[in-house]
């Protein structure tokens, strides 16, 4: 079997990354090189990473964002062949071995299938519902975009590809990605069975950041204006009206509360970023 390198981007990630570093050591098919990049963290993850040996650990002297992270872990891989997870996903066993079937000569990326994990928590489970990072139970070529959570590609298509956009800092990057990707004719490959599970344990001040940053970081107009918070706002708009209604016929009345919420937050976090920014 070709060689892996795996690279995680990390930032504050204190309460998952042992255990994503455990179930990285515990895959069927071995990793040959594991790379950390620490973006700058503020909390304990720095002295977690420091108590395992076989990393590579990557220290950032100031927060750099996601993408340049993603960049900095492929440029740094000795492998042609480069997986990614992110510091709060924890691998199937067999995620690796299940993955590494999808490349071929045609398939330059695959993408594979996270699972929310704590779905005990309300607003876990709302994320779940209207923002999971899989494509469903059935293998898909050529998905609309792969999800950023874990993936592997060749490396010679980062190159091709110039790289992650490093404006994007903390999301859409992969869908940014996925477009150049397929704008340069490469196909990619949603697999299915490369199952892992999602940490992340949501409050509602952490979920609305997170919904706010998907939408706004994520859309085609990227510079802040009076017209993208108009445009943004409606559409936030339509998604609460939409959910709540079908909220309304199944008496789920806690995720009304949550859809309004997240609505509330929303624009007041985009306006603040298109009239507040200094």
């Not at 069927?28 to 993850?45: A, H, P, R």
């Not at 609309?144 to 298509?157: A, D, M, V």
């Not at 992969?174 to 477009?179: A, E, L, P, Q, T």
Request: proline share 1%; hydrophobic share 35%.
């Amino acid at each position: 079997m070709p060689k892996v390198s795996v690279y995680i981007p990390v930032y504050n990630v204190e309460k998952t990354i042992e255990k994503v570093l455990i179930s990285m050591f515990s895959q069927s098919l071995k990793f040959d090189e594991i790379i950390v990049i620490n973006d700058f963290s503020n909390d304990n993850t720095k002295k977690i990473l420091n108590s395992f040996k076989d990393i590579k650990l990557i220290n950032n002297q100031e927060n750099m964002g996601l993408s340049y992270c993603r960049n900095k872990g492929l440029q740094l891989s000795k492998n042609d062949l480069v997986a990614s997870i992110d510091g709060d996903v924890v691998l199937d066993k067999f995620w690796l071995e299940n993955i590494m079937k999808t490349l071929t000569d045609e398939i330059m990326m695959s993408g594979g299938n996270m699972i929310e994990k704590n779905l005990d928590n309300k607003f876990n489970l709302w994320r779940a519902k209207y923002y999971s990072q899989n494509w469903g139970d059935k293998d898909i070529k050529n998905p609309s975009f792969l999800f950023g959570c874990n993936t592997i590609q060749k490396k010679k298509l980062w190159s091709e590809v110039d790289g992650y956009n490093e404006e994007l800092r903390s999301n859409g990057e992969d869908i940014d990605y996925s477009v150049k990707i397929k704008d340069k004719g490469y196909n990619t490959f949603y697999c299915n069975e490369a199952k892992c599970y999602h940490l992340q344990n949501d409050d509602f001040k952490s979920l609305s950041t997170r919904i706010w940053r998907y939408h706004s970081y994520g859309y085609k107009i990227r510079k802040p204006s009076f017209l993208r918070f108009l445009k943004l706002t409606i559409k936030q708009i339509k998604f609460c009206f939409k959910r709540s209604v079908e909220n309304l016929i199944n008496f789920n009345f806690k995720f009304i509360v949550i859809n309004i919420g997240v609505l509330i937050n929303f624009i007041k976090f985009e306006f603040n970023n298109t009239f507040k920014k200094k």
